[in-house]
């Protein structure tokens, strides 16, 4: 009997819908409470495009920097921060723009890109080949005992978008408020984004057992928690 086999359909269902959720719910959410669509779109295509970037400088890196053969823990903090600055740079580019900006105005803008990224998981999901049946047994065995590992591609992708609102929304503050506590901010930004980047590499070159749901907590956990961290310093440090 195939592995699939031993999936409830419920479990696929439920993902789906949830995923689905993420990426429609809060750019709609957004754009009623009074965000442009411009910036929702903005959002996501900046993320997007700062993506494939951010692949092609970390591939050449790869391969032309003596870093390549380090550590795991210095190749991971490395590609943590190429990541950051990276993505927030490109995200500046575009802040910038919007001097005297509304909360929400921000708020929409980090929403695009983390709802983009999810529509991006999604479609990944539908085109990508077929999983090694390995990995399909592992996440079977780990999600018949837990939700974690069950739901885990849209628990990682709601905390995610969290994340992104809140360090795009730090990079606004230390960009437009004229305080010396704006350094704070921008340093909190970028810190926290290549942190979670960080630990998601080093975890991957380590060869963590994701399926393994004690691993599965302790992992989304940590993400979950430096996310809510960054969207908490956001809404304590931003003034209109």
Not at 52 to 81: C, D, E, H, T, Y
Not at 139 to 144: E, L, P
Not at 157 to 168: K, M, N, Q, S, Y
Request: proline fraction near 4%; glycine fraction near 8%; include cysteine.
């Amino acid at each position: 009997m195939a592995i699939a086999d031993d999936i409830p359909r419920s479990w696929s269902l439920s993902s789906l819908a949830a995923l689905v959720t993420i990426v429609v719910a809060p750019p709609w959410l957004a754009i009623s409470a009074g965000a442009s669509t411009v910036s929702v779109l903005a959002g996501a295509v900046i993320w997007f495009g700062s993506v494939m970037l951010k692949r092609f400088v970390v591939r050449g890196a790869r391969r032309w920097s003596p870093w390549q053969n380090g550590s795991p823990i210095a190749i991971a903090l490395i590609q943590g921060l190429v990541s950051a600055v990276v993505e927030l740079a490109a995200a500046a580019a575009y802040l910038v723009t919007l001097p005297g900006a509304t909360l929400i105005e921000v708020l929409g803008f980090g929403v695009g890109a983390g709802s983009g990224e999810a529509a991006y998981v999604l479609v990944l999901g539908v085109i990508s080949p077929q999983v090694d049946e390995d990995v399909l047994r592992a996440w079977v065995d780990g999600a018949t005992v837990s939700w974690c590992v069950r739901f885990a591609v849209p628990i990682e992708r709601l905390f995610a978008l969290i994340g992104h609102v809140g360090a795009r929304g730090l990079l606004y503050v230390a960009l437009m408020q004229a305080t010396p506590l704006r350094l704070l901010w921008g340093v909190a930004a970028v810190s926290l984004f290549a942190a979670i980047d960080a630990v998601a590499v080093y975890g991957h070159m380590r060869r963590w057992r994701w399926h393994d749901p004690q691993t599965c907590r302790r992992a989304h956990s940590f993400f979950a928690a430096l996310s809510m961290v960054e969207f908490a310093l956001l809404i304590a440090s931003f003034r209109e």
